[in-house]
């Protein structure tokens, strides 16, 4: 493939035709926070945490999904950026009623890492929580749907790398949940043995019942083609 020359915050980088913005980042050492992204996947850009920047866009762009084009010119961390990733995060956290202090997974949530990178502690913005009651009827995963911050990981994993197709999403707006069939407690016999969920989920949405009051250390997720 031909290579494509960018300028990254300043710096010419050189990347193959096809390659993502946030692809070439990261092969650059560059730090583009995401919380829907899962490597080797397609792209889903659901949380818009990955916009950029780039020179005669009206609106930032999401570099999972945003190809580079020659002559690109593109910030990663300009104050238009910072300040709408700030909102983002802050919103996700205004309505996720999750508490960090008695949550198995709050020492590597991926949401409360990067409030904390992002310097954000409480939200400015006040919104109507969301809480449902625990499903913990699975041997098998334990869903607490209170702290699912509807990044849709658990959907491409279960669906392109399990292939078991367990989750949907039902509902619109602030209503928008991940269901099981017509929105039924999680109580599949083809999650045995799986998992690749709970290891996906940035937050604490989905456990395992063996782990339940332990900090779950987790296997990353390595995806093979």
């Known amino acids: 493939m031909a290579d494509i020359t960018v300028t990254i915050n300043g710096n010419q980088i050189t990347g193959h ?4 913005i946030l692809e070439l980042a990261k092969e650059n050492s560059i730090d583009i926070p995401t919380l829907c992204y899962c490597p080797d996947l397609p792209p889903m850009g ?11 866009s ?3 762009v999401g ?57 954000i502690g409480l939200s400015r913005f006040q919104s109507k929580k969301r ?35 367990v989750f949907g999403i039902g509902y619109r707006g602030f209503n928008s949940k991940v269901i099981v069939d ?3 407690p999680i109580d599949k016999e083809v999650c045995r043995d799986c998992g690749l969920c709970i290891t996906s989920c940035p937050t604490g949405a989905l456990s395992n ?8 250390k987790g296997t990353p997720l390595v995806i093979r083609g």
């Open 17 to 20: 035709a096809g390659i993502t």
């Open 46 to 56: 659901a949380c818009r945490l990955c916009v950029v920047e780039v020179a005669g």
């Open 58 to 60: 009206k609106a930032l």
């Open 63 to 119: 570099s999972c999904h945003t190809p580079i084009s020659q002559g690109m010119v593109i910030q990663t961390h300009s104050p238009k950026v910072m300040a709408t990733r700030k909102i983002i995060i802050e919103l996700l956290l205004a309505s996720h009623s999750g508490f960090c202090t008695v949550c198995d997974k709050s020492n590597i949530c991926e949401l409360r890492k990067l409030a904390m990178d992002m310097d």
């Open 131 to 165: 809480y449902f009651p625990i499903e913990d009827i699975s041997p098998y995963i334990t869903r607490d749907l209170s702290k699912c911050v509807l990044c849709r990981r658990c959907l491409q994993i279960c669906n392109e790398v399990a292939k078991k197709r």
């Open 182 to 184: 017509l929105d039924q």
């Open 209 to 216: 019942p063996a782990q339940i009051g332990e900090e779950k």
